[in-house]
């Protein structure tokens, strides 16, 4: 998933986090009834994530200009879907529909869990306990376009994306806000993933942090699905025992509580990760030859 971020979305996490956890957020002023079709003091097993109905996850697309922006591309007649048999994990996918033919566009796995600070440095976090969202799994794709140089294919991907990167993590944090939740987590399980998130991600333990900035540091001169594809086919080699570097799965957060925002960005942070990125090396060995990434 592509992210480009945009001011709007700068905008809103701006505004987010000087509200206090109870007003409303963002752009989307319509009754709750109608868009979120809450039951309150019930617990609802047809209901996403416990709060969001069917109809209110198709009124959220229109209103964020996701249909307008699908039906551009061709999809015109989508089709929401939620699976919420299993308590823990909600899943949400959005077809489009021609005929008895049903093209899968994007497809999400939701669930909540807690998530302690623990920092290898004294902070007044550490031992505080947060509930986030935690996102399972996330694939937007575009099953009508194929990849092209300019457009690779990335491991993991059967189709290129859809380009609502932005917009698919601005309703990730307005669901996040209107469940009391505190932050997002994301648990890449591609190079690629952690790459692109780490704009607005930071890994929970600086050691994760700087392993990712290492390998950003030593193959820089490779674009990003060379070095996902490198890592993907064990030619990713850790200089320092010359063995293929496996990818490491480790959780991503972007808090949505000002204190922690600022623990990501405060010189200790990242005086720690700076500090664990001396110990890692990278390259890519020199007779591996990417044949993959146009196929």
Known sequence: MMIRLSKRFNDFIEKSLSLDWHETIGPLEISEDDL???NIGKRSENLFMGYFSVNGLKIILDRYKISSKLAKKGFTNLKVEINTTDPYKHKFILKNTTGEA????????LRRDYITVDMPFNTPLNGRKFEALVVEWLKMQNPRTGFTRSKSRLPGQDYPGLGIGSEALELLVLAAHRLGLHAIINIPDHYHNAFLYSKIFNYEKPYDQ?????IMRDTKKYDVSEVAWAIEEKALLDVNGLKPVDWFVAKQVFPLYKEWVYLYKSNRYRYEV??????FKFKIDKNWINRRKYL
Do not use: S
Request: proline share 0%.
């Open 36 to 38: 979120f079709n809450r």
């Open 102 to 109: 049903e093209e899968k566009l994007i497809e999400l796995v």
């Open 210 to 214: 700087a392993k990712l900035a290492a």
């Open 274 to 279: 700076y500090k664990e990125m001396k110990k």
